[in-house]
């Protein structure tokens, strides 16, 4: 690699990793790329060649973790699938590759660490226009393989059920691994070990399968009288 080259892919790399680091911080809108800049030690001009615009770093902050972190998802899907030999997966199996790649990013800070995991919070706090529209390109394949794998660890789960009971999924594990506000409330103690990704996953793992295989939903019943009424009117 050329000094050159590898001058502005170190000075890519700087204001990607503050941009990140105030995201987590600030959240998205209060950031500004005067406080990025400021971070990286780099001026608006470089901000503008790498990426054009504040919108445009947000999406190359995420591409840059997001990328690797679903590839090892289906990765790790592959391999449980090739283990399985044309067999159905268990349904805590296709859990597990979903959240084990998370748990190994959030081990490893050189690749986000649980900073990252707390940004992907942000996405639901601050739910940009933008953001909206980038992320499903970004989890589309690994929606489409894991919802393969889930209808076929779960057969007596309808279509549209399972679809809601991932929704809620990627719910609990976005919130779950973005931070530990919520449960410092609850629990009002130092000891529920909030800051270790392994203990998180270890109790996130079968309450999602749990959830996954709760029974379904009573029918819904719009549209039709209330029978106990009526009885109790000709009573009357």
Known sequence: MFPETRFAADTKERILDAAEALFVEQGFVATSLRMITAKAGVNLAAVNYHFGSKDELIKAVFERRLGPLNKERIAYLDRLEAQAKGKPLKPEQVVEAMVSAALKLSRDPLKGGTAFLRLLGHTIAEPAD?????????????????????????????????????????????????????????????????DDAESIVRRLVPFLVAGLQAPLPAARTEGKPDTRRATRKRAA
């Open 130 to 194: 933008y953001m909206q529209r980038f992320l499903p390109e970004q989890y589309r394949e690994v929606v489409v393989r894991f919802k393969a794998a889930f209808a076929r660890a779960l057969p007596e789960i309808p279509e549209q059920e399972l679809v809601w009971r991932m929704h809620f999924m990627f719910g609990a594990m976005t919130y779950s691994m973005a931070g530990n506000d919520a449960l410092r409330l609850i629990a009002s103690c130092k000891l529920c070990e909030a």
